[in-house]
């Protein structure tokens, strides 16, 4: 799946001249919790999120640093944290560096930005304007769409083993050494030694979706055999 198959297309935005009391009463009535701010063109020049408003002067809630913070705090930082706090309008406030993901990317690349950035929205951008937008929620939904069904098609004994063979082979938490398997007529049995239960766990995940399975017989032990030796 790509970012365009489920984004929010109808996005609410508002304008870098857009009153700080206006936003509030927008996302309380919409029920959203962040808004891209675009320019004219429709390019996004940042976003305001609920982070943004909280600590506010108008209802008491500005930060309140001891005095010997603000001997040693960067200058700078001060003065945006003033702007933050007192700012009227959607550009004194919003965050100006925004990170969005073309129409085109895997779902996968949008999950991985959502968390390596810690932000809970990715606006979707095309030749540089605003055309969706896409939630850490989103994600969840397409997830409780989807069919979790497995092929019934009948694989081949010689073909399922290998192609277990090849899959665990792939994967870099665990190691094959220990591991034997046999398929017959899509009844699979292992037996073997891993090293955790964590590795256990993803071991019969791995056999049970793969195409052609259709029933394992489990005899992993966790814990790697003694070897013997000093």
Do not use: C
Not at 90 to 99: G, K, N, P, Q, S
Not at 162 to 167: F, N
Not at 170 to 187: F, M, S, V
């Amino acid at each position: 799946m790509k970012a365009q198959d489920i984004m929010t297309r109808d996005v609410i935005t508002v304008s870098p001249d857009k009153s700080i009391k206006d936003i509030a009463a927008l996302m309380v009535e919409k029920h959203i919790s962040g808004i891209p701010v675009v320019g004219t063109d429709g390019a996004i020049i940042g976003m305001i999120s609920q982070s943004d408003l909280l600590h506010r002067a108008e209802v008491g809630t500005q930060r309140k640093h001891k005095w010997w913070f603000r001997l040693f705090a960067d200058s700078n930082a001060l003065a945006n944290e003033f702007v933050k706090t007192h700012g009227h309008k959607a550009h004194d406030i919003m965050t100006r560096y925004v990170v969005s993901v073309r129409e085109d990317a895997e779902l996968r690349d949008v999950a991985d930005i959502l968390d390596k950035h810690r932000i809970k929205r990715v606006p979707v951008v095309k030749d540089g304007r605003l055309i969706g937008l896409i939630t850490r929620g989103d994600l969840v939904r397409a997830l409780s769409l989807t069919q979790v069904s497995k092929s019934a098609k009948k694989v081949d004994n010689a073909a399922l083993h290998k192609a277990l063979q090849d899959r665990i082979q792939k994967q870099p938490w665990i190691n094959k050494t220990y591991i034997n398997l046999t398929a017959n007529d899509g009844a699979v049995e292992m037996w073997g030694f891993v090293d955790s239960a964590e590795q256990h766990r993803a071991l019969r995940l791995l056999v049970e979706e793969t195409e052609g399975v259709t029933k394992v017989d489990d005899k992993i032990a966790v814990g790697l055999p003694y070897r013997g030796g000093i």
